[in-house]
């Protein structure tokens, strides 16, 4: 996988890039002292699968350069405080790390990203109308029941199918879809939190969608 460290402390980026140096399958692209910095050249970078992203910097901290992205890449975050967990969960990020890191902890958390990584990797093909479309399951958020059809929610599109629930649901991995509502399926890997509502209604904040089931 293709890493960035993103730390104004560097001290902490040195540590980070000798872990990372000694860890088959990682890639160091690039080590930044600045989320502002990270971000103007972010794009302009080869694909980058995984992030480790520092909280408390100046002029941009880690959370709000979270928060810039409509789709996030692979964050770990790396922090001397544990009062941001809870925040940078709502993210997906994949682990939250208390400083100072060890070795072994980080290759907890670079394990967890290597599974991720399998997991969004997957894809599934749906019909639609006379063309075959290739979907990967990271990118599907939830699938609404319409009938005798289905519609796939993804990030920035919407695919109506001829396809039940049932038969649907059948194609999806287990451990990454449920159904939340009898006509509703959602991606559990995209779920931040479910708030109860009144009328036994839910409504389900994905990463970057709030939708009520």
């Known amino acids: ?32 002292p600045s989320a502002v910095e990270a971000l103007n050249v972010f794009n302009k970078k080869d694909e980058i699968n995984l992030v480790f992203l520092d ?3 100046p002029e941009m901290t880690g959370i ?13 975050i790396m922090s001397s405080k544990d009062k941001y967990a809870i925040e940078a969960f709502e993210y997906d990020v994949i682990d939250y790390l208390l400083k100072p890191v060890s070795y072994a902890r980080f290759y907890k958390a670079v394990s967890k990203a290597n599974f991720r990584e399998n997991e969004d990797n997957k894809e599934i093909f749906i019909k639609k109308s006379s063309t075959l479309i290739r979907l990967k399951y990271a990118d599907i958020l939830w699938i609404e029941a319409l009938e005798n059809y289905v519609i796939v929610n993804t990030f ?9 629930m049932k038969s649907i ?10 159904r939340v509502h009898r006509s509703y399926i959602a991606n559990t890997n995209k779920i931040a939190m479910i708030e109860d509502n009144i009328y036994d209604s839910k409504t ?4 970057t969608y709030r939708s009520n089931f």
């Open 1 to 32: 996988m293709n890493c960035i460290i993103i730390d104004d402390d560097k001290l902490s980026r040195r540590i980070i890039e000798e872990f990372i140096a000694k860890t088959e399958g990682l890639k160091l692209i690039a080590s930044y």
């Open 55 to 57: 909280i408390e910097m």
């Open 64 to 76: 709000e350069f979270l928060s810039s992205f409509k789709v996030l890449p692979k964050i770990i």
């Open 156 to 164: 920035d599109n919407k695919h109506t199918i001829h396809f039940t």
């Open 169 to 178: 649901a059948t194609k999806l991995p287990a451990n990454s879809f449920t």
């Open 204 to 207: 389900i904040i994905f990463t």
